[in-house]
């Protein structure tokens, strides 16, 4: 059969565009469906981090914090433009106690009984210290004390907060991510069908019978393939059960996560690590230059995976958690935007939401040797990489591989340029086109990386790139976002593709999903 794929995959978030931009690599023959809009749900709803978990380490997840700490720079060196350095600011209190127990706490508990309830300062200082070096960090400095009494961190802390600790991570633009890896992927070759819902799949001797839905129109029709791979996040488990219908008895603890945006509550570009009195942590992050993003909750969700929104009572316990730290207190009418995903977590039978493990397991059936299936299940935004690497290696004995693991160091679109090269890209995005704004031009190179020059295709003046939608977003972008990155609605524009929704006015969202849906006809 000509027209067979060696690999096609269902669904459309990072592990899914992942998996599918490593083995086209490798010059497999793939394709890949996502009912949505790439990145739709839990891919666009993270605490957009590249980090290992530090609160991970009390849990004694080494081996997966290890795997993120190492993955961090690698995927910082590939995509400059999406992901930079962040230093974070741990605020320590010696009064402070927890409820609740973790592993570590335990032994520590057991150990020595009058710390019983509390982070001793040491124990706090040591764990930093494993963080600094599991990970091999080359890039990123090193943890170091503040005295937040003196140190700028400490301004908008109650003074009761003396001392702290700053440690490095990564922020990352997580949707734009999937839509950039989705990108690469087609540009190597790769099919991306998006608003295209897998509704059946049945094997057929050697391969994989996949009937398909374009949600748009209605149509029917069908796709076949050696291995088919299903990375349906929170719908991994109903995939496996109800449309492939293979019997397993692996399945997902499915976890909501939500977060709100409020305007910015510190004049620094450092964010906060914060610890709860019930043994939680949240962080409060420098977001799109006028805001704090903050979360995240832990939630076991009930319901479908694509009802998750911020409850009322999420959004006062994130305020309340975050107003224990800040001398200025949260009010509900400063909350300006919420979001909020459903983690697929592996069921590994945990007790409570938050001790459910980040760690991905790849599932592989093949039914008496026939065509195989593997399901995804877990996974942090952080390893996805990795766990790409670990489905074709898994895959390897089905497939007919010549090409050897090559996504470490290779950047995605737009990021060919050095970590430390944003401020020459700005510089020359600025020389090129001095008709924008700085905090347009900021927002493209953050956005595009080096295509930003590529995407405003020569333009000497501001009418030259179309309509103005506001907010800086142009028919031009919104043409290349359409062209380039399968863009459909508003929606994929200003809440995925860029967070310009926190910008724009309701009619000019709505102005602009009318122009969109004029401009596909």
């Not at 291995?227 to 719908?235: D, K």
């Amino acid at each position: 059969m000509d027209d067979i794929f060696d690999l096609w995959v269902i669904g459309g978030g990072i592990n899914g565009v992942g998996i599918a931009r490593d083995a086209v690599g490798r010059d497999l023959k793939v394709g890949l469906c996502e009912q949505g809009d790439l990145a739709g749900a839990t891919s666009s709803a993270s605490t957009k981090l590249f980090h290992g978990g530090l609160r991970y380490l009390e849990y004694l997840e080494v081996n997966l914090v290890r795997k993120a700490l190492i993955e961090r720079e690698t995927l910082l060196r590939a995509m400059p433009h999406i992901s930079w350095p962040m230093r974070f600011v741990l605020p320590f209190h010696p009064d402070m106690r927890f409820e609740g127990e973790t592993p570590v706490s335990r032994i520590v508990g057991r150990l020595m009984p009058w710390t019983k309830g509390s982070r001793p300062a040491w124990l706090v200082r040591l764990g930093l210290f494993f963080y600094d070096h599991l990970g091999g960090r080359k890039i990123l400095p090193p943890t170091r004390t503040l005295d937040l009494r003196t140190d700028p961190a400490g301004i908008p802390l109650e003074n009761r907060f003396e001392r702290g600790y700053e440690y490095s991570d990564c922020w990352v633009e997580d949707s734009r991510l999937v839509a950039l890896n989705a990108r690469d992927a087609a540009e190597r070759g790769a099919q991306i069908l998006v608003r295209t819902k897998c509704v059946g799949a049945r094997r057929h001797d050697d391969h994989w019978v996949i009937d398909l839905e374009d949600v748009n129109t209605g149509e029917l029709f069908q796709r076949h393939a050696r291995i088919l791979v299903n990375a349906g996040g929170p719908w991994v488990e109903d995939i496996v059960r109800n449309t492939v219908r293979v019997h397993t008895d692996e399945g997902v603890r499915l976890v909501r996560g939500s977060h709100i945006v409020v305007r910015k509550l510190f004049d620094h570009d450092r964010a906060y690590f914060l610890q709860g009195e019930d043994g939680r942590i949240m962080f409060a992050i420098p977001y799109q230059e006028d805001f704090t993003l903050i979360g995240t909750t832990d939630e076991d969700h009930q319901g479908g995976p694509g009802t998750a929104e911020c409850t009322p009572a999420e959004a006062d316990y994130m305020r309340d958690f975050v107003n224990k730290y800040f001398e200025a207190d949260i009010q509900a009418e400063d909350i300006v935007w919420t979001y909020s995903g459903v983690r697929p977590l592996y069921d590994d039978g945990a007790k409570s939401a938050t001790a459910a493990t980040r760690d991905y397991v790849l599932s592989v059936d093949t039914a008496d040797d026939k065509a195989p299936l593997l399901s995804v299940f877990g996974g942090k935004i952080t390893t996805y990489r990795k766990l790409a690497e670990t489905a074709l290696t898994k895959l390897a004995p089905h497939l007919r591989l010549v090409k050897p693991d090559w996504t470490a160091g290779v950047p995605l679109p737009g990021g060919d340029f050095p970590v430390n090269g944003v401020p020459e890209q700005i510089a020359t995005l600025t020389a090129a086109a001095p008709f924008l704004d700085q905090k347009t031009i900021r927002r493209l190179i953050r956005a595009y990386g080096t295509d930003a020059l590529v995407m405003l295709g020569g333009a000497d003046n501001v009418e030259a790139l179309g309509r103005d939608f506001g907010a800086g977003l142009t028919e031009r972008e919104v043409r290349w976002l359409m062209d380039k990155e399968w863009a459909q609605t508003a929606e994929d524009v200003v809440w995925r593709r860029s967070k310009l929704g926190l910008r724009m006015t309701p009619d000019q969202i709505l102005a602009l999903d009318t122009w969109m849906q004029s401009a596909r006809v």
